[in-house]
């Protein structure tokens, strides 16, 4: 369960990332984060923190519950 919670994060994330034609590295830079990381929020294989979440969300200029909305929303169309 918590694997397919992170891949549905990850895929909310990628969405949002591209949705603003950013780069990884574009959106690792804002949040001050590295590329890998944000890579491997985006195919799932790391358990983020509230605090990265945090930091993600306002580079993208959206708050926490956006996010998760849109988890739910890839959660329809898997």
């Known amino acids: ?27 690792a830079d804002i949040c001050s984060l590295h590329r890998t990381y944000i890579s491997d929020i985006e195919l799932g294989k790391r358990n983020i923190s509230l605090s990265n979440i945090g930091k993600i969300t306002t580079a993208f200029g959206i708050g926490l519950s956006e996010i998760f909305l849109e988890m739910e929303k890839t959660d329809e169309t898997v």
């Open 1 to 27: 369960m918590q694997e397919k919670l992170l891949e549905k994060f990850g895929r909310a994330v990628r969405e949002q990332r591209l949705k603003r034609k950013l780069s990884q590295e574009d959106l």
